[in-house]
């Protein structure tokens, strides 16, 4: 019980399945963290809604339910609002990191990605700190 | 009570007995102390003359000297040791910081080529290099050719950021990418040149057993890309080999699966 208490659960939210095997690939080098997989902005709410998370990646560009309107269904959320999100995307203008972090996003990623940086960035975010 | 009671007499001898012991003790305290105080004093003395011996001085020196020299070559051996460890240290951490790219560098790899093979859907795998290229390379603008059967031509299958007809033909002579297909490697312009859909920044050709089936041509970086690094180019050579063969047997899947579907309706045909 006690193990699983130390465990930190991950929902990765993004359409496309290389990047998903991709960010897998890179957070499994932290011990005890479970990795959740979704593939659009409504399966990421409905596996947000229906369990504990610690952290969420999410895309923005995504079928069905964007990444911009996932983060502020989950920041209106009382239950919810506290997972920390850390967005990733291709969008790279400052207005598209602008809009993310004031609607809650606490980290803004561009692809292409280094798996060490996000490493940093997660790692940083699930022990309460702000990443530098 | 009257037994207790002692004439002045026997008393006073008492007194005088406990008088002299006192006198005694005190008489071999002085003794003992004129002892100790010769002592002292010819302890004094020997160092004293020691210390005044230029000999003696000499090989205390001298001793002192041998002391402080073994101390300062100890000192500068642990001086060089933490130099030493500190350099290793550095050479460790930045080993590390090489190995780590390197993980990663493979962890892309790795992905690009198991998601090229994960289907034999030619959409499919039409779609995995879409993916590849916009995540993993960070293309904005950008088209896979592929060869039309019929036409022997390379057109545009699959294409991002412009419409299909707005990319060049393959064919233009003296074009980057005919060069590309004449000379079969991937070839990689100037990151940084203002992206336009005449010439691609980069282009990847596709071939098969020295067969041309196809060509990725790049036009225009995500705005954040500012160039390409190691992992960029080992990308390019993964895109030529793996997205060539997993497009080629993606066709002849699906030719096979219609040559049977074919085959399977003539036999249903003849036996009913």
Request: a negative charge.
């Amino acid at each position: 019980m006690e193990l699983h208490m130390d465990r930190k659960r991950i929902l990765i939210v993004e359409d496309s399945p290389t990047m998903r095997q991709l960010l897998v690939f890179a957070l499994r080098r932290m011990k005890n963290v479970d990795i959740v997989e979704a593939q659009d902005g409504m399966d990421g709410l409905r596996k947000v809604s229906s369990d504990h998370f610690d952290l969420a990646l999410i895309d923005i560009n995504m079928p069905v339910m964007d990444g911009l309107k996932l983060i502020s269904l989950i920041r209106g959320e009382d239950s919810l609002c506290g997972i920390p999100i850390v967005v990733i995307t291709t969008e790279g203008a400052q207005e598209d990191r602008e809009r993310a972090l004031s609607l809650g996003a606490n980290e803004y990623l561009t692809k292409p990605i280094q798996a060490n940086h996000v490493l940093t960035v997660v790692k940083s975010l699930l022990k309460g700190e702000t990443p530098s | 009570m009257s037994g207790d009671r002692k004439d002045p007499f026997s008393r006073g001898e008492e007194f005088l007995q406990l008088f002299s012991r006192g006198a005694e003790f005190t008489k071999e305290l002085l003794v003992e102390n004129e002892r100790l105080r010769a002592n002292l004093a010819s302890l004094e003395q020997a160092q004293s003359d020691a210390s005044k011996t230029p000999e003696e001085w000499d090989k205390y020196r001298q001793e002192l000297q041998a002391r402080l020299q073994d101390l300062e070559q100890e000192c500068e051996s642990v001086r060089m040791r933490l130099q030493q460890v500190e350099e290793e240290n550095q050479q460790f951490a930045a080993r590390y910081l090489e190995v780590e790219e390197e993980n990663n560098n493979l962890a892309n790899l790795y992905v690009a080529s198991y998601q090229l093979h994960s289907t034999l859907d030619l959409d499919e795998v039409l779609k995995v290099i879409v993916e590849i290229v916009i995540n993993l390379v960070g293309a904005e603008v950008f088209a896979v050719y592929l060869l039309d059967g019929d036409s022997g031509e390379l057109d545009v299958a699959v294409s991002e950021g412009a419409e299909p007809s707005e990319f060049p033909s393959c064919s233009k002579p003296g074009g980057i990418m005919a060069k590309s297909l004449e000379s079969a490697e991937p070839i990689c312009g100037d990151p940084t040149q203002v992206p336009n859909l005449e010439e691609p920044i980069v282009c990847i050709p596709l071939f098969v057993q020295d067969r041309p089936i196809g060509l990725i041509g790049i036009f225009a970086l995500l705005q954040q890309k500012d160039g390409f690094s190691a992992l960029d180019h080992e990308l390019f050579s993964v895109m030529g080999g793996h997205a060539s063969t997993a497009l080629f047997a993606a066709r002849l899947y699906s030719q096979s699966e219609r040559k049977l579907n074919t085959i399977q309706g003539f036999i249903d045909l003849l036996t009913k």
